[in-house]
Protein backbone atom coordinates (compact mmCIF):
# COMPACT_ATOMS: atom_id res chain seq x y z
CA UNK A 1 0.00 0.00 0.00
CA UNK A 2 1.24 3.24 -1.35
CA UNK A 3 1.45 5.88 1.28
CA UNK A 4 1.26 8.93 -0.84
CA UNK A 5 -1.10 7.89 -3.84
CA UNK A 6 -1.24 9.87 -7.26
CA UNK A 7 -3.78 10.24 -9.78
CA UNK A 8 -4.14 9.72 -12.14
CA UNK A 9 -1.05 7.56 -13.28
CA UNK A 10 -1.02 8.51 -16.70
CA UNK A 11 -2.46 12.10 -18.36
CA UNK A 12 -1.88 12.38 -22.08
CA UNK A 13 -3.28 15.92 -23.26
CA UNK A 14 -3.27 18.83 -26.15
CA UNK A 15 -1.19 21.85 -25.61
CA UNK A 16 -2.83 24.88 -24.11
CA UNK A 17 -5.37 22.39 -22.23
CA UNK A 18 -5.15 22.77 -18.23
CA UNK A 19 -4.84 19.81 -16.02
CA UNK A 20 -4.82 19.15 -11.91
CA UNK A 21 -2.52 15.98 -10.51
CA UNK A 22 -3.50 14.77 -7.03
CA UNK A 23 -1.77 13.17 -4.46
CA UNK A 24 -3.69 11.74 -1.47
CA UNK A 25 -2.76 10.66 1.82
CA UNK A 26 -4.34 9.33 5.23
CA UNK A 27 -1.21 10.58 6.89
CA UNK A 28 -0.80 14.40 7.96
CA UNK A 29 2.63 15.48 7.35
CA UNK A 30 4.55 18.43 8.40
CA UNK A 31 5.75 19.36 4.72
CA UNK A 32 4.68 18.03 0.75
CA UNK A 33 7.42 18.39 -2.47
CA UNK A 34 6.36 17.89 -5.62
CA UNK A 35 9.62 16.67 -8.03
CA UNK A 36 9.77 16.42 -12.36
CA UNK A 37 11.59 13.85 -13.98
CA UNK A 38 12.02 14.38 -17.28
CA UNK A 39 12.15 11.50 -19.59
CA UNK A 40 16.24 9.97 -19.25
CA UNK A 41 16.93 12.63 -16.02
CA UNK A 42 16.77 12.24 -12.57
CA UNK A 43 13.62 14.43 -10.57
CA UNK A 44 14.62 18.12 -9.75
CA UNK A 45 12.54 19.70 -7.31
CA UNK A 46 9.74 22.53 -7.95
CA UNK A 47 8.30 23.25 -4.78
CA UNK A 48 7.71 22.28 -1.07
CA UNK A 49 4.58 23.42 0.99
CA UNK A 50 4.32 23.40 4.65
CA UNK A 51 1.54 25.12 5.76
CA UNK A 52 -2.19 24.12 5.54
CA UNK A 53 -4.50 25.60 3.15
CA UNK A 54 -1.09 26.90 1.37
CA UNK A 55 -0.57 28.30 -2.37
CA UNK A 56 2.28 28.43 -3.89
CA UNK A 57 2.23 29.58 -8.18
CA UNK A 58 5.74 28.84 -10.21
CA UNK A 59 4.37 30.45 -13.51
CA UNK A 60 1.98 28.37 -14.93
CA UNK A 61 2.12 26.12 -12.02
CA UNK A 62 -0.34 26.04 -8.88
CA UNK A 63 0.95 23.99 -6.32
CA UNK A 64 -1.88 23.50 -3.15
CA UNK A 65 -1.64 22.20 0.39
CA UNK A 66 -4.19 20.73 2.04
CA UNK A 67 -5.97 22.42 4.93
CA UNK A 68 -5.45 19.08 6.90
CA UNK A 69 -2.20 18.60 5.68
CA UNK A 70 -2.92 15.20 4.56
CA UNK A 71 -3.50 15.77 0.50
CA UNK A 72 -1.90 18.34 -2.06
CA UNK A 73 -3.05 19.34 -6.25
CA UNK A 74 -0.89 20.37 -8.94
CA UNK A 75 -2.53 22.39 -11.29
CA UNK A 76 -0.90 23.48 -14.64
CA UNK A 77 -2.80 26.30 -16.60
CA UNK A 78 -2.31 26.10 -20.46
CA UNK A 79 -0.17 23.07 -20.41
CA UNK A 80 2.92 23.04 -22.96
CA UNK A 81 5.00 20.18 -24.85
CA UNK A 82 7.80 21.22 -22.30
CA UNK A 83 5.95 20.11 -19.53
CA UNK A 84 5.75 17.05 -20.39
CA UNK A 85 7.35 14.50 -17.37
CA UNK A 86 6.68 12.57 -14.28
CA UNK A 87 5.61 14.62 -11.47
CA UNK A 88 5.87 12.84 -8.25
CA UNK A 89 4.58 14.05 -4.64
CA UNK A 90 7.12 13.11 -1.99
CA UNK A 91 6.92 13.45 1.98
CA UNK A 92 9.39 13.35 5.05
CA UNK A 93 8.19 9.91 6.99
CA UNK A 94 11.61 9.77 8.68
CA UNK A 95 12.94 9.65 4.88
CA UNK A 96 11.65 10.86 1.86
CA UNK A 97 8.73 8.58 0.53
CA UNK A 98 7.68 9.06 -2.81
CA UNK A 99 4.34 8.63 -4.73
CA UNK A 100 4.05 6.58 -7.80
CA UNK A 101 4.24 9.46 -10.17
CA UNK A 102 1.69 10.56 -12.40
CA UNK A 103 3.18 11.16 -16.27
CA UNK A 104 2.11 13.57 -18.40
CA UNK A 105 2.31 13.80 -22.08
CA UNK A 106 1.32 17.14 -23.42
CA UNK A 107 0.90 17.04 -27.23
CA UNK A 108 1.59 20.05 -29.70
CA UNK B 1 29.96 22.41 -10.50
CA UNK B 2 28.62 18.82 -11.66
CA UNK B 3 26.13 18.61 -8.86
CA UNK B 4 25.49 14.84 -8.48
CA UNK B 5 26.96 12.39 -11.41
CA UNK B 6 27.00 8.68 -11.40
CA UNK B 7 28.48 5.95 -13.54
CA UNK B 8 27.96 3.94 -15.58
CA UNK B 9 24.89 5.18 -17.53
CA UNK B 10 23.69 2.01 -19.14
CA UNK B 11 25.26 -1.56 -18.01
CA UNK B 12 23.64 -4.76 -18.93
CA UNK B 13 24.67 -7.82 -16.71
CA UNK B 14 24.07 -11.37 -16.69
CA UNK B 15 22.58 -12.95 -13.57
CA UNK B 16 25.03 -13.74 -10.82
CA UNK B 17 27.48 -11.34 -12.16
CA UNK B 18 28.51 -8.19 -9.84
CA UNK B 19 28.70 -4.54 -10.23
CA UNK B 20 29.58 -1.77 -8.72
CA UNK B 21 27.61 1.73 -9.50
CA UNK B 22 29.65 5.06 -8.49
CA UNK B 23 27.82 8.21 -7.07
CA UNK B 24 29.88 11.50 -6.60
CA UNK B 25 28.71 14.98 -5.63
CA UNK B 26 30.48 18.05 -4.99
CA UNK B 27 27.81 19.98 -3.35
CA UNK B 28 29.65 18.79 0.19
CA UNK B 29 25.94 17.60 1.53
CA UNK B 30 26.35 15.11 4.41
CA UNK B 31 23.62 12.77 3.35
CA UNK B 32 23.74 10.63 0.23
CA UNK B 33 20.98 7.98 -1.22
CA UNK B 34 20.69 5.64 -3.97
CA UNK B 35 17.05 4.60 -5.14
CA UNK B 36 15.67 2.27 -7.69
CA UNK B 37 12.73 3.47 -10.22
CA UNK B 38 10.05 1.19 -11.64
CA UNK B 39 7.50 1.74 -14.09
CA UNK B 40 4.59 2.32 -11.41
CA UNK B 41 6.50 2.31 -8.11
CA UNK B 42 7.76 5.78 -7.71
CA UNK B 43 11.42 5.97 -5.81
CA UNK B 44 12.19 3.18 -3.55
CA UNK B 45 15.30 3.89 -1.07
CA UNK B 46 17.84 0.91 -1.12
CA UNK B 47 20.23 2.79 1.40
CA UNK B 48 21.34 5.91 2.85
CA UNK B 49 24.26 7.66 4.24
CA UNK B 50 24.33 10.13 6.88
CA UNK B 51 27.80 10.92 6.68
CA UNK B 52 30.99 9.60 5.59
CA UNK B 53 31.80 5.94 7.06
CA UNK B 54 28.14 5.60 7.87
CA UNK B 55 25.43 3.55 6.06
CA UNK B 56 21.85 2.03 6.85
CA UNK B 57 19.59 0.27 5.15
CA UNK B 58 16.40 1.73 3.36
CA UNK B 59 12.86 0.30 2.39
CA UNK B 60 14.56 -2.28 -0.30
CA UNK B 61 17.95 -3.11 0.66
CA UNK B 62 17.91 -6.69 -0.03
CA UNK B 63 20.78 -7.92 -2.67
CA UNK B 64 22.46 -4.32 -2.28
CA UNK B 65 25.58 -3.42 -0.31
CA UNK B 66 27.10 0.38 -0.28
CA UNK B 67 29.98 2.17 1.36
CA UNK B 68 30.79 5.83 1.71
CA UNK B 69 34.50 5.74 1.93
CA UNK B 70 34.12 9.31 0.87
CA UNK B 71 31.65 12.18 1.92
CA UNK B 72 32.16 12.71 -1.54
CA UNK B 73 31.22 9.18 -3.05
CA UNK B 74 28.72 6.78 -2.46
CA UNK B 75 28.83 3.29 -3.92
CA UNK B 76 25.67 0.16 -4.53
CA UNK B 77 27.47 -3.05 -5.10
CA UNK B 78 24.96 -5.82 -6.32
CA UNK B 79 27.25 -8.94 -5.22
CA UNK B 80 24.85 -11.77 -7.44
CA UNK B 81 22.74 -9.53 -9.97
CA UNK B 82 19.03 -11.25 -10.42
CA UNK B 83 16.26 -10.30 -13.32
CA UNK B 84 14.13 -8.79 -10.59
CA UNK B 85 16.93 -5.86 -9.94
CA UNK B 86 16.79 -4.61 -13.97
CA UNK B 87 15.79 -0.88 -12.43
CA UNK B 88 17.23 2.16 -12.81
CA UNK B 89 18.95 3.82 -10.44
CA UNK B 90 19.28 6.89 -8.91
CA UNK B 91 21.24 8.47 -6.54
CA UNK B 92 20.60 11.99 -4.54
CA UNK B 93 22.41 13.99 -2.03
CA UNK B 94 21.11 16.63 0.69
CA UNK B 95 22.10 19.12 3.23
CA UNK B 96 20.13 17.80 6.56
CA UNK B 97 16.75 20.15 7.08
CA UNK B 98 14.27 17.73 8.60
CA UNK B 99 11.23 17.87 6.55
CA UNK B 100 12.12 20.65 3.84
CA UNK B 101 15.31 18.64 2.83
CA UNK B 102 15.97 19.37 -0.71
CA UNK B 103 17.31 16.31 -2.47
CA UNK B 104 19.41 16.79 -5.70
CA UNK B 105 19.30 13.67 -8.02
CA UNK B 106 21.67 12.39 -10.49
CA UNK B 107 20.84 11.54 -14.40
CA UNK B 108 20.63 7.99 -13.03
CA UNK B 109 22.18 4.29 -14.39
CA UNK B 110 20.08 2.13 -16.49
CA UNK B 111 20.74 -1.87 -15.62
CA UNK B 112 18.91 -4.46 -17.13
CA UNK B 113 20.22 -7.72 -15.62
CA UNK B 114 19.45 -11.39 -17.92
Known amino acids: TQLLEQSPQFLSIQEGENLTVYCNSS?????LQWYRQEPGEGPVLLVT?????EVKKLKRLTFQFGDARKDSSLHITAAQPGDTGLYLC????????FGQGTTLQVKP | NAGVTQTPKFRVLKTGQSMTLLCAQD?????MYWYRQDPGMGLRLIHY???????AKGEVPDGYNVSRLKKQNFLLGLESAAPSQTSVYFC?????????????FGPGTRLLVL
Open chain 2, 27 to 31: MNHEY
Open chain 1, 49 to 53: VVTGG
Open chain 1, 27 to 31: SVFSS
Open chain 2, 92 to 104: ASSYPRGTQETQY
Open chain 1, 90 to 97: AAHRGKLI
Open chain 2, 49 to 55: SVGEGTT
